[in-house]
Protein backbone atom coordinates (compact mmCIF):
# COMPACT_ATOMS: atom_id res chain seq x y z
CA UNK A 1 0.00 0.00 0.00
CA UNK A 2 1.62 3.21 -1.03
CA UNK A 3 2.02 6.14 1.71
CA UNK A 4 -0.02 9.40 1.54
CA UNK A 5 0.82 12.63 2.65
CA UNK A 6 -1.49 15.06 3.66
CA UNK A 7 -0.75 18.86 3.43
CA UNK A 8 -2.62 21.36 5.20
CA UNK A 9 -2.72 24.49 3.67
CA UNK A 10 -4.76 28.29 4.32
CA UNK A 11 -3.03 29.92 1.66
CA UNK A 12 -4.08 30.27 -1.66
CA UNK A 13 -0.62 31.31 -3.17
CA UNK A 14 0.50 29.54 -6.51
CA UNK A 15 3.81 28.85 -4.68
CA UNK A 16 1.90 26.33 -2.90
CA UNK A 17 0.66 24.28 -5.92
CA UNK A 18 4.21 24.73 -7.81
CA UNK A 19 5.40 22.71 -5.09
CA UNK A 20 2.56 20.09 -5.02
CA UNK A 21 2.29 19.69 -8.85
CA UNK A 22 6.41 18.82 -8.57
CA UNK A 23 5.96 16.13 -5.50
CA UNK A 24 2.97 14.67 -7.68
CA UNK A 25 5.84 13.68 -10.43
CA UNK A 26 8.32 11.99 -7.94
CA UNK A 27 5.13 9.00 -7.49
CA UNK A 28 4.25 11.02 -4.21
CA UNK A 29 0.27 10.40 -2.89
CA UNK A 30 -0.79 13.52 -1.48
CA UNK A 31 -3.98 14.95 -0.37
CA UNK A 32 -4.52 18.71 0.44
CA UNK A 33 -6.97 19.91 2.51
CA UNK A 34 -7.33 23.71 1.75
CA UNK A 35 -9.17 25.88 4.19
CA UNK A 36 -9.94 29.64 4.09
CA UNK A 37 -12.09 32.44 4.76
CA UNK A 38 -15.61 32.38 3.69
CA UNK A 39 -15.37 36.20 2.09
CA UNK A 40 -13.14 34.69 -0.08
CA UNK A 41 -14.94 31.56 -1.53
CA UNK A 42 -14.43 28.58 -3.15
CA UNK A 43 -11.39 28.66 -5.70
CA UNK A 44 -12.40 29.78 -9.45
CA UNK A 45 -12.73 26.69 -11.82
CA UNK A 46 -10.10 26.64 -13.82
CA UNK A 47 -7.69 27.95 -11.31
CA UNK A 48 -4.46 26.46 -9.98
CA UNK A 49 -6.52 25.27 -6.94
CA UNK A 50 -8.90 23.62 -8.88
CA UNK A 51 -7.67 20.44 -8.98
CA UNK A 52 -8.59 16.74 -7.85
CA UNK A 53 -6.12 16.44 -4.89
CA UNK A 54 -6.61 19.81 -3.19
CA UNK A 55 -10.06 19.61 -1.21
CA UNK A 56 -11.28 23.48 -0.26
CA UNK A 57 -13.28 24.46 2.55
CA UNK A 58 -14.86 27.30 3.70
CA UNK A 59 -15.66 26.76 7.65
CA UNK A 60 -14.77 30.33 9.03
CA UNK A 61 -15.60 34.01 8.82
CA UNK A 62 -13.32 37.45 8.99
CA UNK A 63 -14.68 37.45 12.89
CA UNK A 64 -13.75 34.19 13.91
CA UNK A 65 -10.28 35.41 12.92
CA UNK A 66 -10.09 37.35 15.92
CA UNK A 67 -10.47 34.02 18.13
CA UNK A 68 -7.96 31.65 17.14
CA UNK A 69 -9.17 28.71 18.63
CA UNK A 70 -12.29 29.21 17.92
CA UNK A 71 -11.27 29.51 14.38
CA UNK A 72 -9.06 26.19 14.88
CA UNK A 73 -12.11 24.32 16.06
CA UNK A 74 -13.98 24.95 12.87
CA UNK A 75 -11.51 23.74 10.99
CA UNK A 76 -11.06 20.96 12.68
CA UNK A 77 -14.89 19.99 12.87
CA UNK A 78 -14.66 20.89 8.94
CA UNK A 79 -11.15 18.39 8.50
CA UNK A 80 -13.02 15.40 10.63
CA UNK A 81 -16.51 15.69 8.65
CA UNK A 82 -14.30 14.80 5.09
CA UNK A 83 -11.45 12.64 6.39
CA UNK A 84 -12.83 10.61 9.67
CA UNK A 85 -12.16 7.28 8.66
CA UNK A 86 -9.72 7.56 6.04
CA UNK A 87 -5.96 7.09 6.39
CA UNK A 88 -2.80 8.92 6.65
CA UNK A 89 0.65 8.15 6.99
CA UNK A 90 2.18 12.04 7.51
CA UNK A 91 0.67 15.24 7.44
CA UNK A 92 2.75 18.59 6.31
CA UNK A 93 1.16 21.90 8.02
CA UNK A 94 2.19 24.63 5.45
CA UNK A 95 2.57 27.18 8.83
CA UNK A 96 3.06 27.07 12.56
CA UNK A 97 -0.14 28.39 13.84
CA UNK A 98 -3.18 28.29 11.60
CA UNK A 99 -2.12 24.87 10.13
CA UNK A 100 0.31 23.43 12.86
CA UNK A 101 -2.48 23.55 15.45
CA UNK A 102 -4.59 21.29 13.21
CA UNK A 103 -1.92 18.85 12.50
CA UNK A 104 -0.77 18.85 16.17
CA UNK A 105 -4.29 17.88 17.52
CA UNK A 106 -4.35 15.27 15.60
CA UNK A 107 -1.29 14.19 16.42
CA UNK A 108 -2.01 13.91 20.20
CA UNK A 109 -5.49 12.05 18.73
CA UNK A 110 -4.09 9.41 16.70
CA UNK A 111 -0.24 10.13 17.33
CA UNK A 112 0.10 10.68 12.96
CA UNK A 113 3.84 12.50 12.52
CA UNK A 114 3.55 15.82 11.16
CA UNK A 115 6.54 18.74 10.13
CA UNK A 116 5.36 22.30 10.00
CA UNK A 117 6.57 25.47 8.38
CA UNK A 118 7.64 28.33 10.03
CA UNK A 119 6.64 31.45 8.35
CA UNK A 120 6.35 35.38 8.12
CA UNK A 121 2.95 35.74 9.60
CA UNK A 122 3.76 33.14 12.94
CA UNK A 123 6.85 35.04 13.52
CA UNK A 124 5.64 38.46 12.83
CA UNK A 125 1.95 38.19 14.05
CA UNK A 126 1.66 34.90 16.28
CA UNK A 127 4.66 35.33 18.34
CA UNK A 128 4.70 39.18 17.79
CA UNK A 129 1.66 40.26 19.20
CA UNK A 130 -0.28 36.89 20.94
CA UNK A 131 2.00 36.23 23.52
CA UNK A 132 -1.02 34.10 24.77
CA UNK A 133 0.30 31.53 21.84
CA UNK A 134 3.56 31.31 22.57
CA UNK A 135 3.42 28.47 25.08
CA UNK A 136 1.06 26.28 22.33
CA UNK A 137 3.47 27.53 19.74
CA UNK A 138 6.51 25.75 21.63
CA UNK A 139 4.49 22.65 21.96
CA UNK A 140 3.78 22.18 18.36
CA UNK A 141 7.47 22.62 17.34
CA UNK A 142 8.31 20.36 19.65
CA UNK A 143 5.75 17.76 19.05
CA UNK A 144 6.59 18.12 15.46
CA UNK A 145 8.98 15.63 13.40
CA UNK A 146 10.57 18.29 11.18
CA UNK A 147 10.52 21.82 11.09
CA UNK A 148 11.22 23.71 8.14
CA UNK A 149 12.50 27.40 7.40
CA UNK A 150 12.40 29.35 4.37
CA UNK A 151 15.23 31.42 5.26
CA UNK A 152 18.24 30.87 7.48
CA UNK A 153 17.17 34.70 8.66
CA UNK A 154 13.79 33.52 10.30
CA UNK A 155 15.36 30.27 12.12
CA UNK A 156 17.14 32.57 13.81
CA UNK A 157 14.55 34.98 14.59
CA UNK A 158 12.37 32.49 16.04
CA UNK A 159 15.33 30.77 18.61
CA UNK A 160 16.99 34.36 19.43
CA UNK A 161 13.73 36.10 20.13
CA UNK A 162 10.29 33.54 20.91
CA UNK A 163 11.93 30.35 21.98
CA UNK A 164 12.92 29.25 25.59
CA UNK A 165 16.83 28.20 25.99
CA UNK A 166 16.22 25.35 27.59
CA UNK A 167 14.37 23.71 23.77
CA UNK A 168 16.34 25.64 21.55
CA UNK A 169 19.07 22.92 21.11
CA UNK A 170 16.46 19.65 20.68
CA UNK A 171 14.17 21.97 18.37
CA UNK A 172 17.66 23.00 15.96
CA UNK A 173 17.98 18.85 15.34
CA UNK A 174 14.97 18.45 13.83
CA UNK A 175 14.97 21.92 11.12
CA UNK A 176 16.28 22.43 8.23
CA UNK A 177 16.14 25.29 5.98
CA UNK A 178 14.41 24.89 2.48
CA UNK A 179 13.98 27.97 0.08
CA UNK A 180 10.34 28.37 -2.08
CA UNK A 181 11.51 27.71 -5.98
CA UNK A 182 10.76 30.15 -8.59
CA UNK A 183 8.85 29.31 -11.70
CA UNK A 184 10.45 27.70 -14.11
CA UNK A 185 9.77 30.17 -16.65
CA UNK A 186 12.32 32.33 -15.32
CA UNK A 187 15.20 28.92 -14.78
CA UNK A 188 14.18 28.35 -19.05
CA UNK A 189 15.25 31.98 -19.63
CA UNK A 190 17.89 32.81 -17.45
CA UNK A 191 19.82 35.78 -18.75
CA UNK A 192 23.52 36.21 -19.78
CA UNK A 193 25.57 37.86 -17.24
CA UNK A 194 25.37 42.09 -17.29
CA UNK A 195 27.38 44.70 -17.93
CA UNK A 196 26.66 48.16 -17.73
CA UNK A 197 26.36 49.79 -20.83
CA UNK A 198 26.85 53.06 -19.63
CA UNK A 199 27.74 54.47 -16.28
CA UNK A 200 25.49 57.59 -16.61
CA UNK A 201 21.77 55.73 -16.16
CA UNK A 202 20.76 53.36 -13.35
CA UNK A 203 17.49 51.47 -13.56
CA UNK A 204 16.27 50.24 -10.24
CA UNK A 205 13.43 47.86 -10.16
CA UNK A 206 11.10 46.42 -7.44
CA UNK A 207 8.42 43.89 -8.18
CA UNK A 208 5.41 44.16 -5.54
CA UNK A 209 2.88 45.27 -4.11
CA UNK A 210 2.84 49.14 -3.21
CA UNK A 211 2.15 49.16 0.58
CA UNK A 212 4.06 50.68 3.70
CA UNK A 213 5.49 46.96 4.48
CA UNK A 214 7.21 46.85 1.16
CA UNK A 215 8.75 49.66 2.02
CA UNK A 216 8.94 51.70 -1.64
CA UNK A 217 9.36 55.04 0.06
CA UNK A 218 11.90 54.55 2.49
CA UNK A 219 14.24 53.25 -0.97
CA UNK A 220 12.89 56.69 -2.98
CA UNK A 221 14.75 58.64 0.11
CA UNK A 222 17.71 56.55 0.02
CA UNK A 223 17.91 57.32 -3.68
CA UNK A 224 17.80 60.63 -3.52
CA UNK A 225 20.38 60.26 -1.14
CA UNK A 226 22.76 58.37 -4.10
CA UNK A 227 21.66 61.19 -6.44
CA UNK A 228 23.27 64.41 -4.30
CA UNK A 229 26.50 61.48 -4.02
CA UNK A 230 26.39 61.07 -7.78
CA UNK A 231 24.70 63.78 -9.62
CA UNK A 232 26.15 62.67 -13.00
CA UNK A 233 24.10 59.62 -12.79
CA UNK A 234 20.54 59.61 -13.80
CA UNK A 235 18.16 57.68 -11.88
CA UNK A 236 15.19 55.57 -12.62
CA UNK A 237 12.92 53.25 -10.49
CA UNK A 238 10.08 51.88 -11.32
CA UNK A 239 7.58 49.46 -9.28
CA UNK A 240 5.76 46.30 -10.61
CA UNK A 241 2.49 45.74 -8.53
CA UNK A 242 -0.71 46.28 -7.13
CA UNK A 243 -1.24 49.57 -5.21
CA UNK A 244 -2.65 48.47 -2.33
CA UNK A 245 -2.03 52.27 -0.48
CA UNK A 246 -2.69 55.47 -2.89
CA UNK A 247 -1.75 57.93 -0.01
CA UNK A 248 1.35 55.98 0.14
CA UNK A 249 1.63 55.80 -3.44
CA UNK A 250 0.94 59.45 -3.98
CA UNK A 251 4.01 59.82 -1.30
CA UNK A 252 6.48 57.51 -3.60
CA UNK A 253 5.12 59.49 -6.74
CA UNK A 254 6.38 62.68 -5.44
CA UNK A 255 9.73 61.62 -6.47
CA UNK A 256 10.47 62.82 -9.99
CA UNK A 257 12.47 59.33 -10.93
CA UNK A 258 9.60 57.51 -9.64
CA UNK A 259 6.88 55.36 -12.02
CA UNK A 260 4.66 52.51 -10.92
CA UNK A 261 3.58 50.23 -12.81
CA UNK A 262 0.73 47.57 -13.11
CA UNK A 263 1.77 43.74 -11.93
CA UNK A 264 2.65 41.91 -15.18
CA UNK A 265 2.64 38.36 -16.28
CA UNK A 266 6.04 36.65 -16.05
CA UNK A 267 6.81 36.46 -19.65
CA UNK A 268 6.49 40.55 -19.67
CA UNK A 269 8.28 40.63 -16.30
CA UNK A 270 11.39 39.24 -17.71
CA UNK A 271 11.82 41.92 -20.53
CA UNK A 272 11.37 44.52 -17.33
CA UNK A 273 13.90 42.81 -15.06
CA UNK A 274 16.45 42.35 -17.94
CA UNK A 275 15.99 46.09 -18.72
CA UNK A 276 17.14 46.95 -15.37
CA UNK A 277 20.34 47.19 -13.58
CA UNK A 278 19.74 46.23 -9.88
CA UNK A 279 16.75 44.84 -8.18
CA UNK A 280 15.53 46.58 -4.72
CA UNK A 281 12.89 45.15 -2.73
CA UNK A 282 13.52 46.19 1.71
CA UNK A 283 10.48 44.61 3.16
CA UNK A 284 9.97 45.66 6.90
CA UNK A 285 8.86 41.26 7.09
CA UNK A 286 9.14 39.23 4.34
CA UNK A 287 8.55 34.95 4.37
CA UNK A 288 11.05 34.80 1.90
CA UNK A 289 10.48 37.01 -1.12
CA UNK A 290 10.30 34.72 -4.39
CA UNK A 291 11.07 38.01 -6.89
CA UNK A 292 14.51 38.23 -5.40
CA UNK A 293 14.91 34.52 -7.20
CA UNK A 294 13.93 35.84 -10.34
CA UNK A 295 15.18 38.85 -10.33
CA UNK A 296 18.93 36.89 -10.17
CA UNK A 297 17.72 34.54 -12.30
CA UNK A 298 18.06 37.34 -15.07
CA UNK A 299 21.42 38.38 -13.94
CA UNK A 300 20.67 41.29 -11.61
CA UNK A 301 22.50 42.19 -8.77
CA UNK A 302 20.06 42.75 -5.28
CA UNK A 303 19.62 44.71 -1.96
CA UNK A 304 17.77 43.35 0.83
CA UNK A 305 16.43 43.46 4.22
CA UNK A 306 19.18 42.41 6.75
CA UNK A 307 17.48 40.24 9.25
CA UNK A 308 14.25 39.20 6.81
CA UNK A 309 13.41 37.04 4.34
CA UNK A 310 16.13 36.47 1.74
CA UNK A 311 19.12 37.40 4.18
CA UNK A 312 21.46 34.71 4.41
CA UNK A 313 20.24 32.68 1.73
CA UNK A 314 23.81 33.46 0.23
CA UNK A 315 26.96 35.03 1.75
CA UNK A 316 26.29 38.67 1.80
CA UNK A 317 28.34 39.92 -0.72
CA UNK A 318 27.62 36.78 -3.24
CA UNK A 319 24.81 38.19 -5.10
CA UNK A 320 23.87 41.17 -3.44
CA UNK A 321 23.77 43.00 0.03
CA UNK A 322 21.67 42.94 3.23
CA UNK A 323 20.72 46.62 3.80
CA UNK A 324 20.42 47.41 7.43
CA UNK A 325 17.49 49.73 7.81
CA UNK A 326 18.56 51.36 11.29
CA UNK A 327 21.97 52.25 9.77
CA UNK A 328 21.76 56.17 8.17
CA UNK A 329 24.06 55.30 4.59
CA UNK A 330 24.16 51.59 4.28
CA UNK A 331 21.96 51.38 1.41
CA UNK A 332 24.05 54.56 -0.71
CA UNK A 333 27.21 51.92 0.47
CA UNK A 334 25.86 48.85 -0.49
CA UNK A 335 24.64 50.23 -4.01
CA UNK A 336 27.93 51.76 -4.34
CA UNK A 337 30.05 48.38 -3.98
CA UNK A 338 27.44 46.64 -6.27
CA UNK A 339 28.16 48.85 -8.95
CA UNK A 340 31.98 49.25 -8.57
CA UNK A 341 31.52 44.90 -9.31
CA UNK A 342 28.74 44.66 -11.45
CA UNK A 343 29.73 42.20 -13.66
CA UNK A 344 31.06 39.80 -10.48
CA UNK A 345 27.34 40.32 -8.96
CA UNK A 346 25.67 39.56 -11.79
CA UNK A 347 27.36 36.78 -12.99
CA UNK A 348 27.42 35.38 -9.32
CA UNK A 349 23.63 36.03 -9.45
CA UNK A 350 23.14 33.45 -12.66
CA UNK A 351 24.74 31.23 -10.61
CA UNK A 352 23.16 31.26 -7.65
CA UNK A 353 19.43 31.10 -9.35
CA UNK A 354 19.78 27.58 -9.56
CA UNK A 355 19.13 26.89 -6.04
CA UNK A 356 15.22 28.03 -6.48
CA UNK A 357 14.70 24.92 -8.56
CA UNK A 358 11.32 23.31 -7.56
CA UNK A 359 12.31 19.89 -9.01
CA UNK A 360 15.74 20.14 -6.42
CA UNK A 361 13.43 21.37 -3.90
CA UNK A 362 10.51 18.81 -4.42
CA UNK A 363 13.44 15.97 -4.36
CA UNK A 364 14.51 17.19 -1.02
CA UNK A 365 10.75 17.61 0.35
CA UNK A 366 10.14 13.58 -0.92
CA UNK A 367 13.12 12.36 0.87
CA UNK A 368 12.08 14.32 3.97
CA UNK A 369 8.50 12.54 3.53
CA UNK A 370 9.93 8.48 3.21
CA UNK A 371 12.59 9.48 6.33
CA UNK A 372 9.69 10.33 8.24
CA UNK A 373 7.16 7.15 7.12
CA UNK A 374 9.99 5.28 7.39
CA UNK A 375 11.28 6.03 10.94
CA UNK A 376 7.30 5.48 12.01
CA UNK A 377 6.48 2.94 9.60
CA UNK A 378 2.63 3.20 9.28
CA UNK A 379 -0.90 4.54 8.79
CA UNK A 380 -3.07 6.70 10.76
CA UNK A 381 -6.76 6.62 10.75
CA UNK A 382 -8.53 9.90 11.18
CA UNK A 383 -10.92 9.93 14.12
CA UNK A 384 -14.43 11.80 13.86
Known sequence: MSSRILHLCS???????????????NNIDLQVFHFSNKKLGMPASGSCYDKAYIDTALPFNSFDRCFFLTKERKILRAFKSRYAGKSFNLIHAHTLFSEGYI????HQETGIPYMVAVRNTDLNFFFKYRKYLHGLGCKILRSAEKIIFLTPAYEKKLYDKYIPERY????????IVIPNGIDDIFLQNMAEPKSRETGDRLNIITVGVVDRNKNQLYVCKQLEKFKQRNPEIKLSYKNFGKIKDKKYASLIEMHDFVELCPAKPHEELIDEYRKADVFVMLSKTESFGIVYGEAISQALPILYTKGEGFDNQF?????GY??????????VQRLECILNDYEGFSGRAIRGAHKFDWDKIARQYSDIYAEIIHANGKSYEIKA
Do not use: I, M, P
Open 168 to 175: CEDLNKKD
Open 103 to 106: AYKL
Open 322 to 331: AVDLSKKDDF
Open 11 to 25: NRNVLYTNLWEKVLK
Open 315 to 319: EDGFV
